[in-house]
Structure formats: C-alpha cells, structure tokens
T-cell receptor, first 110, second 115 residues
C-alpha cells in the first residue's frame, strides 16, 4: 500500500546550520506531497506542498522538491533558527486521505 | 478565521468512563477528519466525513469508538468505555472540497489520559 518513510530523529543542530530531513514515498500514481510541522503542544500546520513532479514547495525558508525519479520529497533549510524546533511530518494524499510519515523531531540549539 | 476548534484541550478520566471529544471545523469546509497521535503508532486517521456523512471509518479501532457529525459545524468522537490504551492526542482537521484544495487544517488537539 501507499506509505511515507522519513529519516529517524531526533535531529539536533546548532543555530544557522543547514537542515535536511529525508522523505521517500511509495504510491501508485503521482499524489500531492506535503510537509506539516507540529510545534510543542500544538496541532499540525501545513509548511509546504507540491502537487506534481519537479514542483518545488517553499515557505519560511524551507524548501522541498517533488522528485518522481527518486520518489522523494526531502525538506531543506539553509539556516535554521531556534524557533524551528518542532516535529516535521512528510505526507502524501491519496483518495482524500493524508498518509503521514512517522515524524522527525528537530531540536535547534543556540 | 477562527480555525478548527477542539474541546476540551485536556481530558483526564478513569477507565470505564465515557469520553466525548468535540470539534468545530472551519466554516465552509466540507470534509472533517479525526486523527489519533501516539508515540507508538504515530498519526492515524480514524474516520472522515464529507458533507456530514461518514465516508471511511476503517481506522476506528473498535466498537468502543464512535463518531458523529450532526451538522456542518460540529462533530463528536466518543469512546465508551474508555481504556488506558486510548490515552493519546486526538486531532480534528477539516478541508475544503475544491478540486485544487487538498490542504487539511488541524485543530490544536485534545490530550486524553485514561487512568
């Protein structure tokens, strides 16, 4: 069945470091792909999305490119801040339902 | 916009008690989703509605769980009787039915603890 796999966390970085969180998916067809972020004690918020191959989603300095050939949607940010500390979820949508990865916790130290 | 509203934010109850979680979706959204989040199983979709009608409840763990959506602005998730393994954060989400709008908007969640 359709699934999403993310790199395991927690990921700990120093402020201003470069961030990559890997995400790969298994799906029939070409579903829309998403990154959601969950700050401590809050619900999930959409961070960015891409709806077709080679699309690049971007928001708040984060980027991810829909790579059909590698079935990947890796999340990147050039310079992380302490305020980026959160759990990040990669997801695809199929039949109206979101299928999430297991989440990757990011901790950014000053 | 008020966003998705959930209540209560925290619920502590004893095993065997009935628990009712409530959700108010964003006005005008046609889809409503209930999720459960635990450390062991991550985020799981329990059930979702379209225009107040349950479409897929395959994620509901067992008969102790039930969900209703009596109108477009209100839904409940009920657990009766509750068990300690039901302890989790329960999220409600909604989205618009538009073809190009597949983004779900999540509420802040209800943290349920069953003692």
């Amino acid at each position: 069945g359709d699934s999403v796999t993310q790199m395991e966390g927690p990921v700990t970085l120093s402020e201003e470091a470069f961030l990559t969180i890997n995400c790969t998916y298994t799906a029939t067809g070409y579903p829309s792909l998403f990154w959601y972020v969950q700050y401590p004690g809050e619900g999930l918020q959409l961070l960015l999305k891409a709806t077709k191959a080679d699309d690049k989603g971007s928001n708040k300095g984060f980027e991810a490119t829909y790579r059909k050939e590698t079935t990947s949607f890796h999340l990147e940010k050039g310079s992380v801040q302490v305020s980026d500390s959160a759990v990040y979820f990669c997801a695809l949508i199929k039949g109206g339902k979101l299928i999430f990865g297991q989440g990757t916790e990011l901790s950014v130290k000053p | 916009d008020a966003g998705v509203i959930q209540s209560p934010r925290h619920e502590v109850t004893e095993m065997g008690q009935e628990v009712t979680l409530r959700c108010k979706p964003i006005s005008g959204h046609d889809y409503l989703f209930w999720y459960r989040q635990t450390m062991m199983r991550g985020l799981e979709l329990l059930i979702y509605f379209n225009n107040n009608v349950p479409i897929d409840d395959s994620g509901m763990p067992e008969d102790r769980f039930s969900a209703k959506m009596p109108n477009a602005s209100f839904s409940t998730l009920k657990i009766q009787p509750s068990e300690p393994r039901d302890s989790a954060v329960y999220f409600c989400a909604s989205r618009d039915q538009g073809i190009r709008t597949d983004t779900q908007y999540f509420g802040p969640g209800t943290r349920l603890t069953v003692l």
